[in-house]
């Protein structure tokens, strides 16, 4: 039989071009598929073809093709631990620019973004130095980037375009640190681990400074009571006594997995005093949205942890205890269901306070008054523009505040959505939240309405919330379909990145905080919801294989 004619110089480039491309990508399944230049291209920058494949499942490993030198010297590192140290700093720092000490919120401003950056590079080499590939879904991937670039774009119709383009950078710089650590911490469990811990040590280190600063400078850790606010409460390191309660209540849950489920003895007696300082936090506040928020995370992780039904129901018993005590203490500050005087708009009746602190002067005013005969905190004097909707001295009818009144919120809610409908379907552009709500309402104090989704409307309009709310439902059916099928521990650390991010849901009610890249708990949500969506499809795949 004749033999085939070969052209050496022609196997020779195939040869080498082959080379190439095992070299570059360290991984000897790779195969050539062609010998001239077009073929080079293909082996050295395959682009990722998975895309629309395995269930809209995008493959990410061809982004890794020419690092692997880097890989190997990264992989000498504990890249990890430096990572999720960083995040850690990451939260304190954006809580110091948030802070209730005057000199701290003035020159930590800058400081936070610079400590953004440092970490989402440390995000980068931490996810370039993951030794094996992930995928990831395609509809929380697409829904996120969806808005990330819906808050850009929306700069060409914002009432203040440059405002835009500032808070849409940040926050896509948010999104990208949460991305770049899903990335990296994917159904790898010592990384899975490790980013728990640095969400709850991030929290546990602003609760930490709180503790400090009520040691060292009281008055900024308590905000006192005066006439015509609220009463006397704890804020902590925060600029409001909502401000790190907010934070407390989403990495409540994770601190409870490192309390319970963390690998060692040691760690999760780390854990438990991690848990001490957050969901302690959370109770001196008496925010009434953080008990909620992290009541409700904190069920549902205790509910579904992979343990004998008896001890599950015990431990259900201790986190029912511990929420009653939650709520009791918060609902101190409304002893006594504080009466608003209904007052006639003609003649209104006047209680004259003979009394009051060297800052304020004696006048007289319309004042609540406790049934004990006692001057609540909040007095009412003449109303102002900035008060003037919902004001006893103007519409002449009484109320009451106590544990179960919105605070003002529902007024103002009504009142946002009211300016959301002048412009549904983009909004005002992103980050003109605070520009564009106006706060009338006597008893509700705020820049913004304190609710996220209709902060999304005002913002970037139905396209953004729809944008959003498809984004928490993936992550929704992702848990229903892949916890029940997770046994053992591989179940817990994706039920407490489950739990994170149902409290940050929970807490998106009650305040504005999700697409604030400046707010001190907005990186905790995102790194825990993107974090769960690799996790959840990451545990699927490996399991079916």
């Not at 040590?201 to 503790?211: E, I, Y």
């Amino acid at each position: 039989m004749r033999r085939p004619v070969v052209d050496n110089d022609d196997l020779a480039r195939q040869v080498a071009l082959r080379q190439e491309a095992l070299d570059c990508r360290g991984d000897r399944r790779f195969r050539a598929k062609g010998g001239d230049d077009h073929g080079k291209a293909q082996l050295v920058c395959r682009l990722p073809i998975g895309w629309l494949r395995r269930h809209g499942v995008v493959s990410v490993t061809a982004w890794r093709v020419c690092f692997s030198p880097v890989r190997g010297w990264l992989q000498r590192w504990p890249v990890g631990a430096i990572t999720v140290t960083g995040l850690a700093l990451t939260i304190l720092v954006i809580s110091s620019a948030s802070s209730s000490v005057t000199w701290l919120h003035a020159h930590a401003g800058s400081a936070r973004w610079g400590a953004l950056l440092v970490t989402a590079i440390l995000a980068g080499l931490f996810a370039l130095a993951r030794p094996t590939p992930v995928r990831i879904p395609l509809i929380p991937a697409a829904s996120a980037t969806f808005l990330g670039v819906l808050t850009l774009v929306s700069a060409s119709w914002s009432v203040q375009p440059k405002l835009t383009v500032e808070r849409a950078i940040s926050f896509g710089a948010v999104l990208v640190v949460g991305g770049l650590l899903a990335i990296g911490s994917a159904g790898i469990a010592r990384e899975r681990e490790r980013l728990l811990f640095g969400i709850a040590s991030g929290a546990a280190l602003v609760a930490v400074a709180g503790l400090v600063l009520l040691v060292v400078a009281r008055n900024d850790a308590i905000v006192w009571w005066q006439p015509g606010s609220a009463p006397t409460r704890y804020r902590g390191f925060g600029e409001n006594a909502n401000t790190v309660a907010l934070l407390a209540s989403l990495a409540t849950p994770a601190a409870a997995w490192a309390a319970l489920e963390a690998s060692t003895v040691r760690l999760r007696r780390i854990g438990l005093a991690l848990f001490v300082l957050v969901f302690g936090s959370v109770v001196a506040s008496e925010s009434r949205g953080a008990i909620v928020a992290s009541g409700i995370a904190l069920v549902f992780f205790v509910g579904l942890l992979p343990r004998p039904i008896v001890e599950r129901a015990k431990l259900l018993g201790g986190v029912a205890i511990l929420i009653v005590l939650a709520v009791a203490i918060g609902s101190l500050r409304f002893v006594g269901n504080t009466q608003i005087q209904t007052v006639a708009a003609s003649e209104p009746s006047v209680t004259t306070t003979t009394t009051a602190p060297a800052t304020v002067p004696a006048t007289s005013g319309i004042s609540f008054t406790h049934p004990e005969g006692q001057v609540s905190p909040l007095a009412i004097y003449p109303p102002d523009r900035s008060g003037e909707l919902g004001h006893p001295f103007l519409t002449g009818v009484g109320g009451s505040v106590s544990a179960f009144t919105s605070s003002g919120r529902i007024a103002a809610w009504r009142g946002a959505l009211r300016t959301a409908q002048e412009r549904p379907l983009f909004g005002f552009g992103f980050g003109t939240e605070d520009r564009v709500f106006v706060d009338r309402y006597y008893i509700f104090q705020g820049a913004r309405p304190e609710n996220a989704y209709i902060g999304w409307l005002l913002q970037v309009g139905v396209a953004g919330l729809l944008a959003f709310a498809i984004f928490g439902l993936s992550l929704l059916w992702a848990v229903i379909r892949v916890i029940p099928r997770l046994e053992g521990q591989t179940r817990s650390a994706p039920l407490a990145l489950a739990a994170v991010t149902l409290g940050g849901f929970l807490a998106a009610f009650f305040q504005s905080y999700v697409y604030a890249a400046g707010n001190l708990a907005v990186l905790t949500f995102w790194v825990a919801a993107l974090a769960l969506a690799t996790t959840t499809i990451t545990e699927e795949t490996a399991k079916r294989g």
